[in-house]
């Protein structure tokens, strides 16, 4: 190589290596054994669910202090206290799920800051918050296995209404189920019109009024759907309305369950506890072996639940044991194939 | 020094081309920057048309639902028409945003308008066929609709402000990191470009100083580090100006060395370089420091001196620069005695200008040089025969292209039976205005020249040839041919010499190459290994005017020789008792290696018998016979030599 060549080649490589060096930095990032999940509705289903994957998970791990918290409903703005109190108790990591990530995300990003490891649960993290990895259903799959597990309870030709509601509208999680499942009718029933998402509302009596009315007033709807866990409301119209139509929701709560096994209800699981539980073994790995956590898209399939298949879930969820040990093997199947199941972020492919 | 000159150079190349590539960084960056902007500001107002559509989009919404209130109070038509209007009134602007923005929850949010507005149509057709259970449940549903969408709106809104937040903070990181890339590349590129600067500042020094060294060096001799014929000749110029100004003289003495030749060739050029330097040395010591002392080109200086009285006070200053010019010199250990001679020319007398002065200066060395005179003043009754001294070697050129010199030979004879040992070529000159030249007429000039060499060749040539035919015609004559010492220095004489006895067919014995015991005074080890080389061809080696330089008696006994001629001065005084030993020693020395012992200058019988008493083996000479055209030699020859030369000797000798 020529000289001046050399100086030029060397000049572009120390000019670019400058520059480059002053674009990028690495947070050390401290390690603790205190981790923490934070979720919203902590007394609903989905939200215990999680909390109780991710305890397990931890504990499957060993060797860290967990705590799991969160709100009793859906509340973001409390959600976010106990978050930026979490980054000073458990520095270790703290994995959220919330409804209103955008709300979350400033508390992310400063925790971030700090160096503390971050997982977003269920829900996709915002671009602001530094999150590099979420656990999460694919919930427009989601929303499709419902459709077509409802699907596959009616002809083909089928003509009329299915009504969607949907307990939080503009949740992206349920908007993204409700996507999923007008997406799937179009394809598999091109002849059926779908209605929604309605707000169905959050609080149960609302909520079972809200389902009241419109079955009332869609008499000739050929099936109910809600993106969430509305299996409870949905039955009981059903039931006091001796209804022909077709009842989904997207849960696999021990009533739910029971539904499905009377014909019912069709409902499909997000497997929450699954989630949890992996986040749950990742935080830990962190805190005590230093791995750190992967950059992306842990997905975490759901799995559909019909009167075939419905009583294996009923011994899964007999106790909390065998519902663990059900998730443990999941989680197991997940991680050790992690490429199988990793994806960008969403927003980032 | 080079070293240093090579790494600045080296540094400098590396600070050039970091500097453009640096530049060529900030450029991009510059460019970057731009774009970046241009792209931010693109981005930011879709951005805001799309925030802007959302607000549209949650207006309408709202307009429907107000109107939706309205429509269930009313009681005539007129107050419920405003819903009938305001139905469907977000679809224009969703389907914009359809176009335009990339949120995939807003298929959900389309979806739910078309259920609201159905829902509403609905309404107002139960409300047509006065069906008010009907009329209220799908209010219900409307308002659930409307509820859906509304937070879906608020959400898209939000998600909405949040892009732009995430959008500008992005490319507020990156704008930082440009602005560290570009502050960093720039202060790395203010240090290259100051050293650069100092690089640069440091090449226009020195540059200076090499066009001061070139204005030096183009002025003054390399060698002796005075003025060369340039700067002379504008001082000359200067001088002559002021001169004529104030109505003043200006000499200028023109000086050469005598034999410097010689110094050259028998002690190598390293001594004749020592010998010019302590020359320019000398004469700067013996000037004021008003004169210019100038080196013209090989052995000539000049003095230029800007105020003389005339030029009999030139010609003192001359006198007075020789004095103290030719005095021994020290050259590495050897001894040189210095010898010169000086021209002298004044300004204005006999010369108008510098060109004359500079040719009269000349003309005058010449002829001291010519004259043996030492300083000579420019005298104008002189100066046409000195043009034509000048002219001589123009004119010997001629003769050699047009073959008018002539050899005319000198028999030797052997002492013991006066038979004819060998004849002796002597050059002369067939001039054709002046008539027959001797050599001291016009060799002493040539052998100062640079024709010496080939004068040698061609003397060598005429020797050769005539030798040819005279073993042609019978004859077995061996001749000899003087060398001068800048032949003997010429290492392709042996060369020449064996190409033209393999010319001409004649035996290498029967050539005798003599040279002056002076010759042999150069280099001991390049004279004996050139004289080997001669020796090699089978060439006889003659030393000539033997007793008139300083030889050792060590250095003669390791000359390859094969002769020995014995100068005149001794043998013309041979007859006296000093002498006659002298010359009986060189002959027992002779006869000890093996030598032939010539006695030259022969010129009567006293001589000749004294001569063949000590020794000498060979005679030469006048009372043996004068030197002879080639015919005529063959001729007494012919006549019977060897009685005729014994009678010749007896003749003398009674």
Aim: aromatic share 6%; glycine share 8%; proline share 4%.
């Amino acid at each position: 190589m020529k000289p001046i060549i050399r100086y030029g080649v060397a000049a572009t490589v120390v000019l670019a290596g400058t520059s480059l060096a002053a674009c990028s930095s690495e947070p050390d990032r401290p390690r603790s054994n205190k981790i923490a999940v934070v979720v919203v509705g902590a007394k609903q289903g989905f939200g215990a669910e999680m909390m109780d994957g991710f305890t397990a998970g931890a504990e499957q791990v060993g060797g860290v202090e967990v705590r799991a918290t969160g709100t009793d409903l859906v509340d973001g703005p409390r959600q976010v206290e106990i978050f930026e109190g979490l980054t000073a108790t458990h520095p270790g990591g703290i994995t959220a799920f919330s409804f209103t990530p955008d709300m979350l995300a400033p508390a992310q990003a400063a925790a971030d800051k700090k160096g503390i490891p971050l997982i977003a649960l269920d829900t996709p993290p915002s671009p602001s918050s530094n999150v590099e990895l979420m656990v999460a259903n694919d919930n427009v799959e989601l929303g499709r296995q419902l459709a077509a597990t409802i699907a596959g309870q009616l002809p083909p030709t089928s003509k009329g209404t299915i009504v969607v509601g949907t307990q939080s509208p503009g949740a992206q999680v349920l908007d993204q189920r409700a996507q999923g499942i007008r997406d799937e009718f179009a394809k598999l029933l091109p002849g059926v019109t779908v209605l929604g998402p309605l707000d169905t509302k959050q609080d149960p009596g609302q909520n079972l009024k809200a389902w009241r009315l419109l079955v009332k007033a869609n008499k000739n709807a050929l099936a109910f759907l809600g993106t969430g866990e509305e299996a409870e409301s949905l039955v009981e119209v059903r039931r006091e309305t001796k209804g022909s139509w077709l009842a989904g929701a997207v849960t696999s709560a021990p009533d739910a369950l029971l539904a499905v096994k009377d014909g019912d209800l069709l409902t499909v699981s997000a497997e929450y506890r699954t989630e949890g539980m992996v986040a749950g073994r990742l935080q830990a790995r962190y805190a005590t072996t230093g791995e750190r956590l992967p950059t992306g898209w842990i997905m975490v399939p759901g799995l559909p639940i019909t009167e075939e298949n419905v009583n294996e879930f009923l011994t899964r969820d007999a106790s909390t044991t065998s519902s663990n040990a059900w998730s443990r093997t999941m989680t197991d199947t997940i991680l050790n194939d992690l490429k199988k199941y990793l994806r960008p972020l969403p927003g980032d492919s | 020094m080079m070293r240093g000159w090579i790494q600045r150079r080296r540094l400098t190349q590396a600070a050039a081309i970091f500097l453009i590539v640096g530049l060529f960084a900030l450029g991009s960056i510059a460019l970057w920057s731009f774009t970046e902007t241009t792209r931010t500001a693109a981005s930011v107002r879709q951005m805001n048309a799309v925030s802007d559509n959302w607000g549209l989009v949650s207006q309408s919404v709202g307009l429907e639902y107000e109107t939706l209130v309205d429509f269930l109070k009313a009681d005539d038509e007129m107050g419920r028409a405003p819903l009938l209007s305001a139905i469907g009134s977000a679809r224009p602007v969703l389907e914009w945003l359809k176009q335009n923005d990339d949120q995939p929850a807003l298929a959900n949010l389309d979806a739910t308008y078309e259920t609201y507005t159905t829902t509403l149509w609905q309404l107002v057709q139960a409300q047509h066929v006065n069906d008010p259970d009907a009329v209220n449940l799908w209010a219900q549903q409307a308002e659930m609709a409307s509820s859906s969408l509304r937070r879906q709106v608020s959400s898209m809104v939000s998600r909405e402000r949040l892009s732009v937040d995430v959008y500008l903070s992005k490319v507020e990181a990156r704008n930082k990191r440009a602005r560290v890339a570009a502050s960093i590349i720039g202060g790395t590129d203010l240090a290259l470009a100051l050293i650069c600067t100092f690089v640069l500042l440091a090449y226009q020094r020195g540059i200076e100083r090499q066009a001061d060294e070139s204005k030096h060096q183009a002025a003054h001799d390399n060698l002796t580090g005075i003025a060369n014929r340039a700067l002379l000749n504008q001082r000359v110029e200067q001088a002559l100006v002021t001169a004529t100004a104030r109505g003043g003289s200006v000499g200028l003495l023109l000086l050469d060395l005598n034999k410097f030749k010689e110094v050259n060739d028998t002690l190598g050029h390293h001594q004749g370089d020592l010998l010019l330097q302590t020359v320019a040395t000398r004469l700067g010591e013996a000037s004021r420091d008003s004169d210019t002392v100038a080196r013209l080109g090989g052995d000539e200086f000049a003095v230029l001196l800007p105020e003389v009285a005339n030029p009999a006070a030139l010609a003192a200053v001359a006198q007075r620069l020789l004095t103290h010019l030719q005095r021994p010199a020290e050259l590495d250990g050897v001894t040189v005695d210095v010898r010169a001679s000086i021209g002298c020319s004044v300004f204005p007398e006999f010369s108008a200008d510098a060109g004359e002065l500079l040719q009269h200066a000349d003309i005058a060395m010449y002829e001291a040089k010519r004259g043996r005179l030492g300083t000579k003043v420019y005298d104008p009754n002189t100066d046409s025969q000195t043009t034509e001294g000048l002219g001589l070697l123009a004119e010997f050129l001629a003769a050699l292209d047009t073959n008018q010199l002539i050899l005319h030979y000198q028999p030797k004879v052997y002492a013991a039976t006066g038979e004819i040992a060998g004849v002796e070529a002597l050059v002369r000159w067939q001039h054709p205005r002046r008539g027959l030249l001797q050599p001291a007429e016009f060799l002493p000039a040539i052998e100062e020249s640079e024709l010496v060499v080939q004068t040698a060749a061609h003397i060598l040539r005429m020797a050769v040839s005539q030798a040819r035919r005279w073993s042609d015609a019978g004859l077995d004559l061996p001749v000899s041919v003087n060398i001068s010492a800048r032949c003997l220095a010429d290492l392709k004489l042996p060369e020449t010499v064996g190409a033209l006895l393999a010319e001409y067919g004649v035996r290498p014995s029967r050539l005798t190459l003599e040279f002056t015991e002076v010759a042999l005074t150069g280099d001991p080890e390049e004279v004996v290994a050139q004289l080997g080389r001669l020796r090699a061809y089978g060439v006889r080696v003659s030393i000539d005017d033997f007793g008139t330089g300083y030889s050792s008696l060590s250095y003669l006994g390791t000359l390859p020789l094969d002769e020995v001629k014995i100068d005149r001065s001794f043998i013309a005084e041979v007859t006296d008792e000093r002498s006659h030993a002298i010359v009986q020693a060189i002959a027992r020395l002779g006869q000890a290696f093996h030598w032939d012992i010539v006695a030259e200058g022969i010129e009567d019988q006293s001589t000749c018998t004294a001569a063949a008493d000590a020794g000498c083996t060979v005679l030469q000479g006048f009372a043996i016979h004068d030197p002879v055209p080639a015919e005529d030699l063959a001729a007494w020859v012919a006549a019977g030599a060897r009685a005729r030369v014994t009678g010749v000797h007896h003749a003398q000798i009674g």
